[in-house]
């Protein structure tokens, strides 16, 4: 599938201003890598390892994974994070999980260890310092789980604090609307996968005209049985930088490809810089 319809690996680069950001960090850069479903089928290993060089050539100060990095199966983890180890960032690594990262029981624990074993931290609704204990970086649980939690970890935040947070899944954006969230990072919708030049993602169009069809007729037909709200409600946000609120949020195109494909949303390695908003 990803020989197929998968398109060339990109570079997104973006500027991100963060109010009350501390001088010392002004200029820092994050890259984002994410949804890699790493499972033999959905990502090459041409693509993972110029993922992963692209990444090193920027020269991070944090490199963070926003999840979904097996698809079923969670035993590929072993051989993936074989490839992680060599990704380079001044502050560590850190990962949060997804959806796909939780299908088995044995799946999260699984998961976390093999990123353990290679000096990866994965958040499960913790709070980490990379960065400095001015500038915390958050990490959820997937919001699908049982265990997606927010409030429990962002009161333990004072509102004066600036932050980064990683949530798998961009909805949850509109649940966080109710904390303060300088940045929040997500992967889960491929970028819609396929995308209309100037229309935007396919999806969008999709589910509109779904409306509009008569829920019998939807019965009948298949194809029309497919409800992508099921994946995602807000896909607006399905790529690419939104404000929600007074929240900013950046939604990265994932590595892996699912069926049928990919158009014009090419895989995405996001390079992002931070700068003191004055």
């Known amino acids: 599938m990803h020989l197929l319809l998968s398109g060339p690996l ?6 991100v201003k963060i109010a ?12 984002q890598l994410s949804d890699f479903h790493y499972d033999g089928l959905r990502l090459s290993e041409e693509m993972l390892e110029k993922a992963i060089a692209l990444s090193n050539e920027a020269e991070p100060d944090l490199v963070v994974l926003t ?3 097996v698809t079923d199966d969670p035993s590929p983890i072993r051989q993936l994070v074989l490839r992680l180890k060599h990704l380079q960032s001044r502050a560590g690594i850190y990962a949060i999980l997804g959806n796909h990262d939780l299908r088995y029981r044995s799946s999260k ?3 976390i260890g093999a990123f353990n074993s290679i000096g990866i931290k994965v958040l499960w609704n913790e709070i980490a310092y990379p960065l400095g204990k001015e500038f915390p970086l958050v990490g959820l649980a997937d919001y699908w789980s049982r265990e997606f939690d927010p409030k429990s970890v962002m009161n333990q935040l004072d509102a004066a604090t600036p932050r980064i947070v990683l949530s798998h899944n961009p909805d949850t954006a509109a649940i966080l609307q109710q904390w303060r969230v300088d940045l929040q990072l997500s992967g889960h ?4 996968q396929i995308v209309l030049p100037g229309l935007g993602p396919l999806v969008i169009h ?10 019998k007729l939807q019965r009948l037909v298949p194809m029309l ?11 607006e946000w399905a790529q690419g930088f939104h404000t929600v609120a007074q929240n900013q ?4 195109r994932g590595l892996g490809t699912y069926p049928p494909g990919r158009l014009f949303c090419n895989p995405e390695v996001s390079v992002i810089t931070l700068r003191k908003r004055i």
């Open 10 to 15: 990109e570079v997104e680069r973006l500027t």
């Open 67 to 69: 999840g979904d990095y």
């Open 189 to 192: 919708t491929h970028g819609g």
């Open 206 to 215: 999709y589910q509109r005209l779904l409306s509009k069809v008569p829920r």
């Open 109 to 111: 624990a699984e998961v």
């Open 20 to 31: 009350d950001l501390p001088v010392s960090l002004d200029g820092i850069k994050l890259v």
């Open 225 to 235: 049985r497919l409800d992508c709200s099921k994946v995602m409600r807000h896909w």
């Open 249 to 252: 949020l950046y939604v990265n």
